[in-house]
C-alpha cells in the first residue's frame, strides 16, 4: 500500500503522446506518455518510464499510440439561435455588401426577428445539433453569446439555452452578455436610450439571474459607436464582469484600445486593427481572437495584422465564430486549418489558439487550456501521426475519445 494518497489515481492512460502546450512556441511534447486523474483533474503525467513508484490507479487505459492534447476551446460563437439566412449567402454572391444587406433590414436583425419568435424549447432544440457538432471534434469548452434578441425577454432565454446547454452536455459553457449586437427596431434612430436600457435594466438584471459570465458589444459603424461601447464596459465594470469586443472587423473603431483600457479579456476579428490597438492589447494582456471563418464567408481581403501580433507577444487565440449570417461553421478543427491557410499561422499557432490562448480569452486560463498538474481533467485522444495533423486535414476527424473533469465522455 502506497502512503501518498496523492499516488492513488481514479485514471490512469499510458502509451499515449501528450502535446501539453505548456511550453510557449512549442507543443511541449511529451513521447511515451502517461496521464493520471484524479477528481476530476491531473493527478500526473510525465514519460511512462518515470512513473512513480508505489501508484495505484482504479482503472487502466491503453492509449495504443495515441496523441492527447488539451480539450479544444471554441471561445467566441453565437451558436445559440434560430432561423435561417442562406438567402443573405445568395444576395452576397449576387453583389450586396454586408452593410447593404443589413440596411435592408437582413444581418443580425434577421436573427432577431427569428429567435424571438422560437419558444425556449425550440431554441434549445434548434442549437443542440451545432453543440453536437463541435463535441464530436474534441471541443470541451464553449463560449455562447446571447445578442439576438435585443429585449429583456429574449436575451434572458438565450442566456438560460446557454446555461441548459452546459447541465444537458458534457462541456463547460461561458454565457457571454451581447446585447449591444445590434439596434433594434424599436430603437430606431435612440441609439444612445438602448444603450440606457442595455446597462441599467438588462445587464443587472440578467447578471443578478446568475446567466452572465462575460460582457460584449459589437463596436463598428453599423453597430455602436466607442462611446456607447464604453457605456457598457462602465455597466460591466460596476457589477465585477469582466469584457470583450467585437472589434476592427469592418473598419477601425479604436475598438481593441478601449477593450485593453478596461483590461478586456479579448478583442475579435481585428482585421481593421491599428499598431496602436496591439501595443495597447499587448500592455493589458488582452487576447487576439481571430475569426477565420468570418472572413472566409464573406471573401474579407484584409487580413489581421498577425505578424506585428507576434511581434508584441499578444496572445492568438482561434474559433469557430459560429453563426447563421457570417459564419456558419460547426468545426473548430476546420477553424483551425483556415487560420493556416488564410492567416498564415502555424499549425502550433492555430493549436495554441484553441486551447491555452482560447482559454485566456475566457479568463480561464488557471484551470484549462494545457496539461498540467492540477488542472482540469478536459484532454482528448487522437488518432494521428504527429500534433500538426490537427490542423492538416480537411473535413477530418480524428477524435479518439474525449475526457471531460475525468470522465470518458465520447465516443
Same mark, same amino acid.
Given at each position: 500500500?502506497?502512503?501518498?494518497?496523492?499516488?492513488?489515481?481514479?485514471?490512469?492512460?499510458?502509451?499515449?503522446?501528450?502535446?501539453? /502546450?505548456? @511550453?510557449?512556441?512549442?507543443?511541449?511534447?511529451?513521447?511515451?506518455?502517461?496521464?493520471?486523474?484524479?477528481?476530476?483533474?491531473?493527478?500526473?503525467?510525465?514519460?511512462?518510464?518515470?512513473?512513480?513508484?508505489?501508484?495505484?490507479?482504479? #482503472?487502466?487505459?491503453?492509449?495504443? *499510440?495515441?496523441?492527447?492534447?488539451?480539450?479544444?476551446?471554441?471561445?467566441?460563437?453565437?451558436?445559440?439561435?434560430?432561423?435561417?439566412?442562406?438567402?443573405?449567402?445568395?444576395?452576397?454572391?449576387?453583389?450586396?455588401?454586408?452593410?447593404?444587406?443589413?440596411?435592408?433590414?437582413?444581418?443580425?436583425?434577421?436573427?432577431?426577428?427569428?429567435?424571438?419568435?422560437? @419558444?425556449?424549447?425550440?431554441?434549445?432544440?434548434?442549437?443542440?445539433?451545432?453543440?453536437?457538432?463541435?463535441?464530436?471534434?474534441?471541443?470541451?469548452?464553449?463560449?455562447?453569446?446571447?445578442?439576438?434578441?435585443?429585449?429583456?425577454?429574449?436575451?434572458?432565454?438565450?442566456?438560460?439555452?446557454?446555461?441548459?446547454?452546459?447541465?444537458?452536455?458534457?462541456?463547460? #459553457?461561458?454565457?457571454?452578455?451581447?446585447?449591444?449586437?445590434?439596434?433594434?427596431?424599436?430603437?430606431?434612430?435612440?441609439?444612445?436610450?438602448?444603450?440606457?436600457?442595455?446597462?441599467?435594466?438588462?445587464?443587472?438584471?440578467?447578471?443578478?439571474?446568475?446567466?452572465?459570465?462575460?460582457?460584449?458589444?459589437?463596436?463598428?459603424?453599423?453597430?455602436?459607436?466607442?462611446?456607447?461601447?464604453?457605456?457598457?464596459?462602465?455597466?460591466?465594470?460596476?457589477?465585477?464582469?469582466?469584457?470583450?469586443?467585437?472589434?476592427?472587423?469592418? @473598419?477601425?473603431?479604436? *475598438?481593441?484600445?478601449?477593450?485593453?483600457?478596461?483590461?478586456?479579456?479579448?478583442?475579435?476579428?481585428?482585421?481593421?486593427?491599428?499598431?496602436?490597438?496591439?501595443?495597447?492589447?499587448?500592455?493589458?494582456?488582452?487576447?487576439? #481572437?481571430?475569426?477565420? *471563418?468570418?472572413?472566409?464567408?464573406?471573401?474579407?481581403?484584409? /487580413?489581421?495584422?498577425?505578424?506585428?501580433?507576434?511581434?508584441?507577444?499578444?496572445?492568438?487565440?482561434?474559433?469557430?465564430?459560429?453563426?447563421?449570417?457570417?459564419?456558419?461553421?460547426? @468545426?473548430?478543427?476546420?477553424?483551425?486549418?483556415?487560420?493556416?491557410?488564410?492567416?498564415?499561422?502555424?499549425?502550433?499557432?492555430?493549436?495554441?489558439?484553441?486551447?491555452?490562448?482560447?482559454?485566456?480569452?475566457?479568463?480561464?486560463?488557471?484551470?484549462?487550456?494545457?496539461?498540467?498538474?492540477?488542472?482540469?481533467?478536459?484532454?482528448?485522444?487522437?488518432?494521428?501521426?504527429?500534433?500538426?495533423?490537427?490542423?492538416?486535414?480537411?473535413?477530418?476527424?480524428?477524435?479518439?475519445?474525449?475526457?471531460?473533469?475525468?470522465?470518458?465522455?465520447?465516443?
Amino acid at each position: 500500500m502506497p502512503n501518498d494518497e496523492n499516488l492513488l489515481w481514479d485514471a490512469l492512460w499510458v502509451n499515449v503522446h501528450l502535446a501539453t /502546450m505548456a @511550453s510557449p512556441g512549442s507543443y511541449g511534447e511529451i513521447r511515451d506518455g502517461a496521464i493520471a486523474v484524479r477528481d476530476g483533474r491531473i493527478a500526473w503525467l510525465g514519460p511512462r518510464n518515470a512513473l512513480p513508484a508505489g501508484y495505484r490507479a482504479a #482503472v487502466m487505459h491503453e492509449g495504443e *499510440g495515441a496523441w492527447i492534447t488539451p480539450g479544444l476551446i471554441d471561445c467566441h460563437t453565437h451558436v445559440v439561435y434560430a432561423g435561417n439566412r442562406s438567402d443573405e449567402f445568395e444576395a452576397r454572391l449576387n453583389g450586396a455588401s454586408y452593410e447593404e444587406i443589413a440596411q435592408r433590414g437582413g444581418g443580425i436583425m434577421s436573427t432577431v426577428r427569428a429567435t424571438r419568435a422560437a @419558444s425556449e424549447q425550440e431554441l434549445f432544440d434548434a442549437s443542440l445539433p451545432r453543440v453536437m457538432n463541435l463535441l464530436s471534434e474534441g471541443m470541451t469548452t464553449l463560449e455562447i453569446k446571447s445578442g439576438y434578441g435585443l429585449d429583456m425577454a429574449t436575451e434572458r432565454k438565450m442566456l438560460r439555452v446557454a446555461r441548459r446547454i452546459g447541465e444537458s452536455l458534457p462541456v463547460r #459553457v461561458r454565457a457571454t452578455f451581447l446585447g449591444a449586437h445590434a439596434l433594434p427596431p424599436e430603437y430606431a434612430g435612440r441609439a444612445d436610450s438602448y444603450i440606457d436600457a442595455v446597462c441599467k435594466e438588462m445587464l443587472p438584471a440578467l447578471a443578478a439571474e446568475g446567466l452572465v459570465d462575460a460582457v460584449d458589444a459589437f463596436c463598428e459603424k453599423i453597430g455602436f459607436s466607442a462611446a456607447q461601447t464604453e457605456r457598457v464596459f462602465q455597466a460591466a465594470r460596476a457589477l465585477g464582469l469582466p469584457v470583450k469586443l467585437h472589434a476592427e472587423q469592418l @473598419s477601425d473603431q479604436n *475598438g481593441a484600445a478601449l477593450t485593453a483600457r478596461y483590461r478586456g479579456l479579448s478583442a475579435d476579428h481585428l482585421e481593421y486593427l491599428s499598431p496602436e490597438g496591439i501595443d495597447a492589447m499587448a500592455a493589458a494582456g488582452t487576447v487576439a #481572437v481571430l475569426l477565420p *471563418g468570418a472572413f472566409y464567408f464573406l471573401r474579407e481581403t484584409k /487580413m489581421p495584422p498577425l505578424q506585428a501580433l507576434r511581434a508584441a507577444r499578444v496572445p492568438i487565440a482561434i474559433s469557430t465564430d459560429c453563426n447563421p449570417g457570417t459564419s456558419p461553421m460547426t @468545426s473548430l478543427l476546420l477553424a483551425m486549418n483556415m487560420a493556416c491557410t488564410l492567416f498564415r499561422l502555424t499549425p502550433q499557432e492555430a493549436l495554441a489558439g484553441a486551447t491555452i490562448n482560447a482559454a485566456k480569452a475566457l479568463g480561464l486560463h488557471d484551470e484549462l487550456g494545457n496539461l498540467a498538474v492540477g488542472k482540469a481533467a478536459d484532454f482528448v485522444l487522437w488518432s494521428i501521426e504527429r500534433p500538426g495533423d490537427l490542423a492538416y486535414a480537411i473535413g477530418g476527424n480524428p477524435c479518439r475519445r474525449i475526457v471531460h473533469q475525468g470522465r470518458i465522455t465520447a465516443p
